[in-house]
């Protein structure tokens, strides 16, 4: 393995940590790119001597400039995670979601790197495809800042690919869990928050009538896919879904976590938030024919990972 780092920008994350730490598992060099707004230094094995955190933003050109400079990959995760964020904050999110890309893409041609993968989101589809598992070529019809930045991040990503020879894999998620992802803001990831709560018998809010699908993907399942996407000897053109052509309602996913800890906390209900997607299943089609895939990850084993021994 050579020793130049792979950069993963968002490293401090819940998904770029897990990534951190399979990479340096597997004899890789790290360099992180992470501004620390979601991101968490405890997240970090501190201290591993073939790890590098540098604290700075994918918004600054000149600092992403210098920190791709002696890399060999790129895995650009930094983003504001949080689609409701981006309703309320367009410009800020704007700037670390589609500038941060736009960097990245122009340091890479500068300094002729190659391998960048990315995240995307199902979000891109908007409401398109609901009812059904959405495949890769579904209309897109972003609902939100977050999904247009995470659109236009793709189209310019294959404009690089086409002009100036980047190979970049470009994955939409669906909705990814596990341990690590941060529970704190009421913008979090459903599942960090209904498990976080549930557990400490604290009140839990539903937005809507809890009928929204999400397709939940384990952190773990996702991870094996991207390493493979780093070491693949090439890359085909075109977004692959990752998510695995499941969808579990919200009031499902109470009662699983009721049946885990034996109770729920009391579940308040408020209004749909706006540009919520209502159903969201994906094709895993194209991700099959493209990577292997581990037998995934049980729903009861995920959330079980999150609430401990009941
Ligand atoms: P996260 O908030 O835990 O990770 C994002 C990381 O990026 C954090 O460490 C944050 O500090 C960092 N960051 C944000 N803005 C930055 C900036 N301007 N400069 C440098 N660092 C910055 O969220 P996550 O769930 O790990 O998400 C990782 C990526 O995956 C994001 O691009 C997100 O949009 C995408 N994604 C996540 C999901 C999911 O379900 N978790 C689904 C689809 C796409
Ligand atoms: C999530 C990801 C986003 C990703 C997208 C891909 C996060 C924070 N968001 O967005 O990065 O691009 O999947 O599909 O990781 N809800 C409640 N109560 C709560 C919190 C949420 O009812 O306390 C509801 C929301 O209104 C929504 C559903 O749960 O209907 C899922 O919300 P959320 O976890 O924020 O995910 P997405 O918006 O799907």
Redesign the pocket.
Known sequence: MSDLPVLVTGGAG?IGSHLVDALLARGYSVRVLDNLSSGKLDNLPFGHSRLELIEGNVADAAQVREVVAGCKAVVHLA?V?????SVIDPVGTHRSNFIGTLNVCEAMREQGLRRVLF?????VYGNDGEGEAIDEDTPKTPLTP??AD?LASEHYLDFYRRQHGLEPAIF??????GPR?DPSS?????????TE?AAKGLP?????D?E?T??FVYIADLIGILLQALEAPQILPGAVNV?LNRSLS?NRLLEEISALLGSLPEVRR?A??PG???H?QASDRRLRQRYRLPEPTPMAAGLASLLGPA
């Open positions: 819940f983003a995670a949080s689609v409701q964020a995240a995307s989101s199902a979000a977050y999904a995470k939409r998620f669906f909705n990814i869990y992802q009421p913008y979090s990831g459903v599942i960090s928050i209904f709560r839990i809010t539903l937005f809507g809890g929204q999400r397709d998510g919200l408020d749909a938030r919520d997607i209502r969201s």
